[in-house]
Nanobody, 124 residues
Framework: QVQLVESGGASVQPGGSLRLSCAASGSSQSWKYIGWFRQVPGKEREGVATIFPSTNTPYYADSVRGRFTVSASNTNIVDLQMNKLKPEDTGMYYC??????????????????WGQGTQVTVSS
C-alpha cells in the first residue's frame, strides 16, 4: 500500500504562484506514476498533471500547460509548481499514485491510491 500526503495549499491572488508537494510513503515499486487532480464541489475530478518519476516524463491538461510544472525530486516526492494562477484553478488538489499502463494517464480511474487533498483558492 502507498500513503500520500499533499501540502502547500493556500489562498492566492490571480496571477500569483503556488507550489504544492506530494509525499508518498511505501515501496517505490508500488507505483509507476504520480498525478495531480483537482475538484470543485458539484463537478467531477479533473486530471491536472502527472509524472513518471523514473524518467521525469510529464503530462499536462490543456488548461494548465505552460503555466504548471510537475517535477519529482525522487520517486517519493512530487511537486506541482503553479504559475499565473487563475480563479478557475481554484479547487481541492489531490495527488494520486498508479501502476497500471493505461491510455489516458490523466483519468482518475488510472490511479489506485489517493491523498486527502489540499485546498487552493485563487481570488482577489
Amino acid at each position: 500500500q502507498v500513503q500520500l500526503v499533499e501540502s502547500g495549499g493556500a489562498s492566492v491572488q490571480p496571477g500569483g504562484s503556488l507550489r504544492l508537494s506530494c509525499a508518498a510513503s511505501g515501496s517505490s515499486q508500488s507505483w509507476k506514476y504520480i498525478g495531480w487532480f483537482r475538484q470543485v464541489p458539484g463537478k467531477e475530478r479533473e486530471g491536472v498533471a502527472t509524472i513518471f518519476p523514473s524518467t521525469n516524463t510529464p503530462y499536462y491538461a490543456d488548461s494548465v500547460r505552460g503555466r504548471f510544472t510537475v517535477s519529482a525530486s525522487n520517486t517519493n516526492i512530487v511537486d506541482l509548481q503553479m504559475n499565473k494562477l487563475k480563479p478557475e484553478d481554484t479547487g481541492m488538489y489531490y495527488c494520486a499514485a498508479g501502476t497500471s499502463w493505461v491510455r489516458n494517464i490523466l483519468a482518475p480511474e488510472s490511479y489506485h491510491s489517493w491523498g486527502q487533498g489540499t485546498q487552493v483558492t485563487v481570488s482577489s
